[in-house]
């Protein structure tokens, strides 16, 4: 089965510096692949995704980027501010989506101010 | 439009007893997941039902199941609790079925076995 692995495990970056999270999978016929945010208390939270027919995508201060052939992608943060505090987690849909979402083990990010 | 639901919030059991989880997904969604979470092994595809029928499931045993109505609320049940049973169980609801389609998460139900 798919197998996700997501660095750093804690990320401390300044108040207004960027954060980047990189995760890595190993099944190729991935083809989704969501980043969800959660705070404390609350579920996952759904920010952003991209799925493999794209290699960039972008939402105000927030950019994944995916990489095919080296089976990576990545979750881009800038000027961030004290409310991106929390865990961040990779995840990716492999086949048909049949075993549901395979999820990294998360990168708590903390906004140093 | 409302999100996910999930009741109830929090749940103490003992081992050996049954426990039955809810969730209500966002409407008009058709498909609803269930994960488990827990530090050591972190987020992990329990099973899916679309349509009132589970059409796929991860690798946990037959102590967990689930199903699903004719509103797409649906329930998950967990017989004869162990102690590695606790955990933050999360429903995903999404429109359509597999986990390609964009799945959006209820707040959880922390079950804890004692």
């Known amino acids: 089965g798919e197998n996700v692995e997501q660095h750093p495990s804690t990320l401390s970056v300044q108040e207004g510096d960027s954060a980047v999270i990189k995760c890595t999978y190993s099944?190729?016929?991935?083809?989704?692949f969501p980043w969800y945010k959660q705070e404390l208390g609350k579920g996952p939270q759904l920010i952003i995704d991209?799925?493999?027919?794209?290699g960039e995508k972008k939402d105000q201060r927030i950019a994944v980027t995916l990489n095919k052939t080296a089976k990576h992608f990545s979750l881009h943060i800038t000027e961030t501010q004290p409310e991106d505090s929390a865990v961040y987690f990779c995840a990716a849909a492999s086949g048909g989506g049949a075993d549901g979402l395979t999820f990294g083990k998360g990168t708590h990010l903390i906004i140093q101010p | 439009k409302a999100g996910v639901t999930q009741t109830p919030r929090y749940l103490i059991k003992t081992r050996g007893q049954q426990v039955t989880l809810s969730c209500s997904p966002i409407s008009g969604h058709r498909s609803v997941s269930w994960y488990q979470q827990t530090p050591g092994q972190g987020l992990q595809f329990l099973f899916e039902y679309f349509s009132e029928t589970q059409r796929n499931k991860g690798n946990f045993p037959g102590r967990f199941s689930g199903r699903q109505f004719s509103n797409s609320r649906s329930e998950m049940n967990v017989s004869t609790l162990e102690l590695g049973d606790s955990a933050l169980y999360l429903c995903a609801s999404s429109s359509g079925q597999g986990a390609r389609n964009e799945q959006f998460f209820g707040p959880g139900t922390r079950l804890t076995v004692l």
């Open positions: 991209i799925r493999s027919n794209v």
């Open positions: 099944d190729s016929a991935s083809n989704y």
